[in-house]
């Protein structure tokens, strides 16, 4: 296999873990969260520095119990330092909608839900360990915060509606076809 092939072959592995890292905060699923880091992995979250374990509770605490939560991940850049270490910036974009409990723990009122956005960068160093690529240390880059005051539309009741557990549609789609 050329350098060329393992390199663009890496590169999608790591671009496949920061989906599972999207897809897991997005439908609670922690464990696939914590499959992302190596188990020294360090992550600076903004309100939260330090372990993994850590941020797993932070991140449970904070969005766990979202009525709604959702990542948007745009370019993903990659550039390697060796076979085993590479430096990772993945531009991305969120969307939370805070119900009036959530909304005290980021100072807004309102009488029905809000929407509470971030647009930042992971800024990541990855690292090769047994074959597989995952997070050691994360910084979270926020650009900016945006908080929707106004009352937010609810999903059309003939609509599919997400859910942030193991009944969303696309766990019941991998378990149709074996996954």
């Not at 647009?119 to 979270?140: L, M, N, Q």
């Amino acid at each position: 296999m050329t350098d060329t092939l393992q390199s663009l072959i890496d590169k999608q592995e790591i671009r496949d873990c920061m989906a599972r890292y999207a897809r897991g905060v997005d439908r609670a699923d922690w464990e696939a969260v914590r499959d992302t880091y190596h188990d020294d992995a360090y992550d600076d979250h903004g309100d939260y520095k330090g372990d993994i374990p850590g941020f797993i509770a932070f991140a449970k605490e904070r969005v766990g119990f979202m009525p709604q939560a959702m990542h948007f991940l745009g370019q993903c850049y990659a550039e390697f330092a060796s076979d085993s270490v590479a430096v990772v910036e993945t531009y991305f974009m969120t969307c939370h909608t805070l119900d009036p409990e959530t909304q005290k723990k980021y100072g807004a009122t309102s009488d029905g839900p809000v929407q509470l956005s971030h647009i930042g960068r992971y800024v990541d160093r990855f690292e090769k360990r047994d074959g597989k690529w995952k997070t050691a240390y994360r910084i979270v880059v926020f650009e900016t915060t945006r908080l929707a005051l106004d009352k937010v539309p609810p999903i059309k009741p003939d609509w599919v509606p997400h859910r942030r557990d193991q009944d969303d549609p696309i766990f019941k789609m991998r378990r149709e076809v074996g996954l």
